[in-house]
């Protein structure tokens, strides 16, 4: 017979005690930010907040990571971080052009990897489907196929050509983005690239966020219509998808913050970032152009508050993500 059949009362107790220790360990997570400076050319760094609108600075307000040495690669744009299996896994824009982005891993946010110069791009295709740039990756935890899911945006020549809803690069030519994906296991080897999202138009920033609140789980992906404000562009849109990828995208809604929407219409967002944290969603963006980071919170994905006046964060950030880290792990940082 097992002592808690025998005592009732002690079992009640045993379970209350297991339960506490459960829930003071997700409550024992902060929110992070990662962003860069500048043009990325100085590093990472990482900011930290307990109730998702009061961000301090981190290790003393200097980078935890410099730019890797590689040439014509050597900038931190972007930085995407996620922690999963006791690691952070981080992901950066390397360049302004080129085929490949930055992946490293670290235990404690201080001590990173060597860095890895990831191409997912195989050398053989065709000249015209080949990336001119490969921005803004972002990376998270995908737990239906057990691996990490990195996401990017990448001009090709062929896309560049077509005519469908592409934007100017403020030189005369022509970018026209989509999406695309790559996967890993183990940091060490990545699948080839594939497409990942094409709405017709030219489209950055794409992030994800796993859903668990609609009836079951799905994908949401904040993404930015890079088309210009005449097009409809320059403003933040989502969209969802089965949790297992098993349907396309459904087509994205109207905006939910910039040009066209009830939320900073004057404002042009970019670098979105979305998760949900203690029962609300948090939808961080990068107001480039007005030189300020901007903040809205919604419960369901469907109603949004402006809370960009209560936000405060480090001078001069740009692009970065919000990700739930270990107190423990933060307080090194911290202190």
Known sequence: MKLTHAFPLLGTLLAWFFQGLETRAASDDMLVLSFFRDNGQAGIF???SEDGLRFTALNKDRPVMKPAPWPDQQLTRDPSIVYHGGKFHAVWTSGWKGRCFGYAESADLRHWSEPVQVQPFPAALPSEDQPRNVWAPEICWDPVQTNYAIV???TTE???RNGDGSSTDGKGGSLDHRMFVT????GKTFTDAKLFFDPKICCIDGMLALDESAGGKRWVMIFKNEQTIPRGGKNLRLTTAPADFSQPWAPAGAP???PGSTIRPKEMAEGPSLLKWKGVWYLYWD???NGHYSLAT???LLVW??????LQLPPHPRHGTVFCAPRSLVQTLKD
Request: hydrophobic share 35%; glycine share 4%; charged share 30%.
């Open 305 to 310: 508050t402006d809370r960009t006046s209560e």
């Open 256 to 258: 939910i913050v910039g």
């Open 298 to 300: 919604s419960p369901d």
């Open 183 to 186: 996967r890993t296991a183990d």
């Open 158 to 160: 062929r896309e560049s």
């Open 287 to 289: 107001a480039f152009a």
């Open 46 to 48: 990482l900011a930290a």
């Open 152 to 154: 990017w945006s990448s």
